[in-house]
């Protein structure tokens, strides 16, 4: 059993979460807190699983909880917050959090697929502590630099926190425009990107049907929706979710490479499932450099790994190399 603290200033939204957690049947709540510092007083003294955390809360906010939790704790900590909040809901990964929710998903009718997809994630983050040391990293360092068309990303859980690291690490004059897959609880993108412009050197816009990519800019796929590049620049494909995912950056990375073909550069970060492997498959098939983050940086290894595991990765990066590689790989004359 998932020993569970739920957070919540609300007593309704404690028990809609206690409801659904219970309905599972790996999860044992073992207490609650209506605000951030009895949170971090209950999270000392029953040393939980997982802590589920809300952002505003009366005196100590959810921020600064998380902050203080995890001076003594690598236990699993999920913000469930509300959209007015979903900017600091991201600040919440880089202080520690490890992923994020809508509440709307816990008070409305959701789907079989989205139930299992949340539960997965729960009990996936609660292992992450006792995540095995990395293989060995692989840094090929042959490729010669040239024009580059674009990068597609790719994205999911512990995503944000990587994202974050590595757009801050690009500069301003980056040459090639960037497109990015970040799986989102559905209606987080906007503040998604708000959240991420703050820290990117380049310009960070939610995509837009039409715009032809240009340098400066990472263009980011809003949340239920493919984003793809056709001839005439950015498309949606409004088709079924790709291993269950919607965006899949399978997607993105198909269309690119068959519009760009060698001039492609594709990264895989850290997150649960496959998607993306198929499209490293694709991007190395059309002549493009392929590049997953390693095991040890990554908070869940699944989708870099299912990459790997295709054959088609150039190389394997700990996150902190992976802009100045793109920097490297693009810088010509």
Known sequence: MIKTLIVDDSQLVRSIIRDFLESDGSFEIIGEAEN????????????PDLVTMDIEMPGMNGLD?????????????????????AKMAYDATVKG????????IFTSVISEEKRKEI?????????????????????????????????????STGGPMALCQLCSGLPENFSAPIMLVQHNTSGFDKGFVQWLD???????????????????????????????????GIAFDDS????????????????AAEVYRDSVISVVLTGMGSDGAEGTRIVKQYGGITIAQDENSSMIYGMPQA???????DMVLPLNEIAPKLVSLTSWE
């Open 307 to 313: 990459a790997v595991d295709t054959g088609s990765v």
């Open 198 to 232: 703050g820290y990117a050197h380049l310009n960070v816009q939610l995509a837009a049907e039409g715009t032809v990519p240009s340098s400066g800019y990472i263009y980011v796929a809003p949340t239920d929706r493919h984003l793809v590049i056709n001839d005439k």
């Open 36 to 47: 951030g510092k009895d949170s971090v007083k209950a999270a000392r003294e029953l040393t």
């Open 65 to 85: 909880a998380i902050v203080e939790i995890r001076k003594f704790s690598s236990c699993g900590i999920v913000v469930i917050s509300t959209h007015d909040t």
């Open 97 to 104: 959090a490890h992923e994020f929710f809508s509440k709307d």
């Open 119 to 155: 539960f997965d994630t729960l009990k996936q983050v609660t292992k992450i502590k006792n995540k095995g040391c990395a293989l060995n990293i692989s840094s090929d360092s042959s490729f010669v630099t040239r024009s580059f068309s674009c990068v597609v990303i790719a994205s």
């Open 240 to 255: 079924e979710p790709v291993n269950n995912q919607k965006p899949a950056a399978d997607l993105l990375f198909k269309s």
